[in-house]
């Protein structure tokens, strides 16, 4: 079965420092997604992305944050100088369609900033 | 209002009982409507999508009332591998989610 993949799974970074999180989306999807899961808070959006551009961002979304589809199958969040807030999950997802149609999540990428 | 809202529980339930998960939600144009679960330290799974008819999927039936902006989760003969975080999720071309409600079956 297709999978969404991330790499890393873990990535311990400190404050300031610059971090890129990578995902694979499964192959025959247009519309990727990053969102973000504080530990014991709830999924929240960050930005979608199609056709090589943003589609929307959330407000958490903000300057430190940037994405890129450098080639044909890597989908990548960069956070420029990450702070201790930024510690959470990070979950790619990808879909055929932006609605009415299941999105597939990666296994996610746990940031902890020290 | 929130955007989405659960109860965030626990509901512990015996296995084989019956539970119910209620969800409302704030934007009345939201097209989509899904249960997703969440294992611990987990990405979200769909469990099922939910449609105004309302649908069945084995021992789950998920319901959606439009008029009341409403969204219900129906468990019949829970297990144990049932364990987890349901999460209410609205798509409005990204997908807006609940906090979660976690169930725990037990022995």
């Known amino acids: 079965e297709p999978e969404v993949t991330q790499t890393p799974s873990h990535q311990v970074t400190q404050m300031g420092q610059e971090v890129i999180l990578r995902c694979v989306p499964i192959?025959?999807?247009?519309?990727f997604y990053w969102y973000r899961q504080i530990l014991g808070q709830k999924v929240e959006f960050l930005v979608s992305?199609?056709?090589?551009?943003?589609?929307?961002k959330s407000e958490i979304f903000d300057d430190q944050f940037s994405v890129e589809r450098p080639d044909g199958s890597n989908f990548t969040l960069k956070i420029r100088s990450t702070k201790l807030e930024d510690s959470a999950m990070y979950f790619c997802?990808?879909?055929?369609?932006?609605?009415?149609?299941?999105?597939?999540f990666g296994q996610g990428t746990r940031l902890t900033v020290v | 209002r929130k955007e989405v809202e659960q109860d965030p529980g626990p509901f512990n339930v015996p296995e084989g009982a019956t539970v119910a998960f209620n969800c409302t939600y704030s934007n009345s144009a939201s097209q989509s409507f899904f249960w997703y679960r969440q294992d611990c330290r987990k990405e979200p799974k769909l469990l099922m999508s939910v449609y105004s008819s309302g649908n069945e999927d084995g021992r789950f039936t998920a319901q959606l009332n439009r008029a009341s902006q409403y969204i219900s989760l129906l468990i019949r003969d829970s297990k144990l591998s049932d364990s987890a975080t349901y999460l209410c999720v609205l798509n409005t071309d990204k997908l807006i989610f609940g906090t979660g409600t976690r169930l725990q079956v037990f022995p």
């Open positions: 192959s025959n999807h247009l519309y």
């Open positions: 997802a990808s879909s055929v369609f932006p609605s009415d149609t299941e999105a597939f």
């Open positions: 992305f199609y056709n090589n551009e943003i589609s929307e």
